[in-house]
């Protein structure tokens, strides 16, 4: 028998917010500038879903610490400033959000800094306030569970009565390994090929998710 959703997790970037284009863009930039070229599919392969210490020891494997710490850095006021430029919600967002009944939590590879500034400037912060987990406070980043893990103890819930909407493959890594039920989000940057596998429901229009969460 299938347990009742007791509580939807939700990834932040790309799922959210429409922020991962904007990493994206930022990373193929200071890649090509610092000496690391990368194309947009090496960035999503490589970078999409992982926390920024992940991403980090990435950079300092290949180019030194020093260029890791630069790129951080650089990084981090370019997002800033393309987020104050015209950051958007996910389409549809705000529509599933209205519609969703179930206990509902933030958990991602980003910051709390971050997270405030994404979910602020899209009017989404006071939706989750008070129940927005960051990676920063478990010891393993995604495709590991900790996070996942993490928010659902602090919200009260049992893992296999967590479902989370993620759009990574590393995110829908880190369901899985959690024992949590997965919606794989396709709409965004990462092939829905990518986020398919067990216990996992693939959808590319968030204006579906109440409904397929309804009937999961």
Known sequence: MINPIGLVIFD????LVDSERIAVRVNI???????????????????I??????????????????????????????HRQAVDA???AVD????????????TCVASSGTHEKMRHTLGRTGLYPRFEGRIFSATEVARGKP???????????MGVPPAACVVVEDSHYGVQAAR????????YAGGLTP??????????VFDDMRKLPALLNAA
């Open 49 to 78: 879903g992982r926390s920024s210490a992940s991403i980090g020891e990435q950079i300092a494997a290949r180019l030194g610490p020093g260029v890791a710490a630069t790129w951080a850095d650089r990084f981090d006021l370019a």
């Open 144 to 154: 590991a569970p900790d996070l996942f893990l993490y928010a659902a103890a602090a």
């Open 92 to 103: 549809g967002i705000n529509d599933a959000l209205d519609e969703i009944t179930q206990p």
């Open 29 to 47: 930039a200071l890649g090509a500038e610092l000496g690391w070229p990368l194309t947009e599919a090496e960035v999503i392969e490589r970078f």
């Open 12 to 15: 932040c970037d790309g799922v």
């Open 192 to 201: 829905a090929h990518r986020l398919e596998g067990p216990d996992t429901v």
């Open 86 to 88: 015209g950051l958007t």
């Open 177 to 184: 390994a959690a024992g949590m039920r997965c919606f794989g």
